[in-house]
């Protein structure tokens, strides 16, 4: 089990977004694309460490159908924060079109691209695409064989399944990256991503460690991922680990939940219309939704010391992480969700980065030797008073 301190001699904890994205389907959709640009170049202002865009094609909601497309977009308006896949679906695409655009985000990146993959979340658009939801995770498992090569390899691949052939494939491009961008395999209950992670050199990336079944599997996520690297001769890295959670911050907690009646309501809706949320509360007064959501740990609306009562208790069950990602959810208005990522990164941050450490630790040892320190300003001032009255005296004599 890692500890805390143990974290930051390596670096510290890392704070980014998850954006699924969650907007309101009767809202401007291209303004609701353009504030996700806009909201990536302010983490990059504030210095967050990483943005992740998803991939949906149904449900009126989660409206990015190309995370891809997104990067491109978002890296030409920030320079530092990393910028993720949301993740790619994998089965809904060739996997040599998904190893050759990941490469070129890559280059155009200069190396801050990551690669999130799943299966795909909504079966509803595995059946729009005439997928049995039962076909996903194998083809998932077969696609990042096949990628996995493409990426790592200059060795030609042929490989043909029923549903891609590959002749004599190889990238045009090696990765820019060395060796190679983070792969991040999504996962919520099941051991099947720590598998997956394991099995193919990558990382978990922890969708619903908040939910009571995603909390509980996190302890055992890590010992799957583990194992699993090892048969196949890889090494798994917490630094990687990756684990998402709705949070929402602000001085207070009657502000935070004054934010939230913005959007909650619709988005609770979505949630047991559209997607199901695990473990919802069995009610449909919001208030009382919201408060049965924050009690039971799925969600954080308060202030940042309940914020970092999360995180220690996240990495407490899972034994050490990487980064923290927030869920993007619009149930504040865009300004007062500015302002809880501002709030996240200016007050929760410091304490998992040792950012502040230093200054902490000269700021105690300053006010515990006070009363020395008084007392030498005050005897440096005797003297030089008693220096000018000497010299004042000698003057007049002189006279």
């Known amino acids: 089990m890692g500890t805390l301190s143990s974290r930051l001699m390596h670096g510290g904890l890392r704070f980014g977004l998850f954006q699924a994205p969650f907007h309101a389907h009767w809202r401007n959709p291209t303004l609701q694309l353009q504030r996700d640009l806009d909201l990536c170049e302010w983490l990059d202002h504030l210095g967050f460490d990483e943005y992740w865009f998803g991939e949906h094609h149904s449900g009126g909601w989660e409206i990015i159908t190309s995370p891809d497309l997104m990067i491109a977009a978002a890296s030409q308006r920030t320079s530092r924060i990393k910028l993720g896949t949301g993740v790619v679906s994998v089965p809904y ?22 690669f999130g993959v799943g299966p795909g979340a909504l079966p509803s658009d595995a059946y729009m695409m005439g997928m049995d939801p039962k076909e996903t995770r194998p083809r998932m498992e077969q696609a990042m064989e096949a990628i996995c090569h493409l990426l790592r390899s200059d060795d030609p691949l042929t490989m043909e399944t029923h549903w891609f052939k590959l002749r004599e494939a190889r990238l045009q491009l090696s990765p820019y990256s060395d060796p190679l961008f983070d792969i991040c395999m999504a996962t919520t209950v ?60 602000a001085e207070t907690t009657e502000q935070a939940f004054r934010d939230v009646e913005h959007g909650i309501e619709p988005w609770v809706r979505y949630f047991r219309e559209v997607v199901a949320l695990p473990g919802a509360p069995d009610t449909d007064d919001r208030d009382e939704f919201v408060r049965a959501m924050v009690d039971g740990g799925f969600a954080v609306i308060g202030t940042p010391d309940d914020a970092a009562a999360l995180v220690d208790r996240l990495w407490e069950q899972s034994g050490g992480f990487g980064a923290l990602l927030v869920f993007g959810n619009d149930w504040a208005n865009p300004q007062a969700t500015k302002r809880s990522f501002e709030l996240l990164i200016e007050e929760v941050a410091p304490r998992y980065q040792g950012s502040i450490r230093r200054r902490t630790s000269s700021h105690a040892w300053t006010a515990a030797n006070r009363e020395e320190f008084l007392g030498r300003a005050a005897a440096a001032g005797q003297e030089a008073r008693e220096r000018h009255e000497a010299e004042m005296a000698a003057k007049q004599e002189q006279q």
């Not at 490469?103 to 155009?108: A, G, I, Q, R």
């Open 93 to 114: 695409h060739t996997p040599f079109q998904v190893a050759e655009r990941m490469v070129l985000l890559d280059h155009l990146t200069k190396g801050r691209v990551m």
């Open 190 to 249: 099941s051991p099947n991503g720590p598998r997956s992670a394991g099995q193919f050199g990558g990382a978990v990336l922890s969708m619903s460690a908040t939910t009571d079944a995603g909390f509980e599997a996190l302890s055992t996520h890590w010992d799957i991922w583990n194992l699993k690297a090892q048969e196949h001769g890889h090494t798994a890295d917490r630094s990687k680990w990756r684990i998402v959670a709705p949070v929402h911050i």
